[in-house]
């Protein structure tokens, strides 16, 4: 079965600098995709970024930008220059390319916090 | 931007009480989805829906939940006879196709207490 685990509950930053938030994920398949949703404490579900895992290229959307490394099964988010509207609960997200049911595994989540 | 609704933002209901959570999805999308999330734990999948049947449900989705889409625009859960543990967000969502290669968006949560 797949999984997903963050293993970091809880992470702060100072406004204007970098932050990454770690998920790592088990799967036998090649070819998946993977998320990271933000929630913020309206808690709704946000898309920050997707990666298609037959690419090898990292995805990136203006200020947010992912290390995905297939091998090592990990799947990272990186946030440049910190804003206090990143304060939510990210979570990272795997679904299988082949399944069209849109069942989503949700890793457990991290909590940022962005200080001013 | 198009988005999915949901209804109630919040809903108060005693044990054993049918409840109804409302969504309406984004216009164009074919798939839909109900997932959950209990307060302090991880996001669920419950049940994803396609051509006016369901195309795939968890474990959660027992008898006691059932999902309808009673005319063009609405996407409905129903849990028949509520309990405790039924207390949770439950989050509508929408894809334009088969998820495959495509994005889900969710709405921004029925909150359910159960008392």
């Known amino acids: 079965a797949q999984t997903v685990t963050q293993s970091q509950p809880e992470m702060s930053v100072q406004e204007a600098e970098t932050v990454t938030l770690s998920c790592t994920y088990d799967?036998?398949?090649?070819?998946?995709?993977l998320f990271w949703y933000k929630q913020p404490p309206s808690r709704q579900m946000i898309l920050v970024i997707r990666?298609?895992?037959?690419?090898?290229q990292n995805a990136t959307e203006n200020r947010f930008s992912v290390n995905f490394q297939k091998a090592a099964k990990s799947f990272s988010l990186k946030i440049s220059d910190s804003q206090l509207g990143d304060t939510a609960m990210y979570f990272c997200a795997f679904t299988e390319a082949s399944y069209q049911g849109g069942k989503l595994i949700f890793g457990q989540g991290t909590e940022l916090s962005v200080k001013p | 931007e198009p988005e999915v609704t949901q209804t109630p933002s919040h809903q108060v209901t005693q044990m054993g009480q049918e409840v109804i959570l409302r969504c309406v999805p984004i216009s164009n999308h074919l798939y839909f989805y109900w997932y959950r999330q209990i307060l302090g734990q991880k996001v669920e999948f419950l049940v994803s829906f396609y051509n006016n049947e369901i195309s795939e449900k968890s474990e959660i989705f027992d008898d006691q939940f059932s999902v309808e889409r009673p005319d063009g625009s609405n996407f409905t859960l129903k849990i028949r006879s509520t309990k405790l543990e039924d207390s949770a967000m439950y989050f509508c969502a929408s894809s334009e196709r088969d998820f495959t290669g495509n994005t889900i968006y969710f709405g921004e949560g029925s909150w359910l207490t159960v008392v």
């Open positions: 990666q298609e895992a037959y690419k090898q």
């Open positions: 799967t036998s398949e090649n070819n998946y995709y």
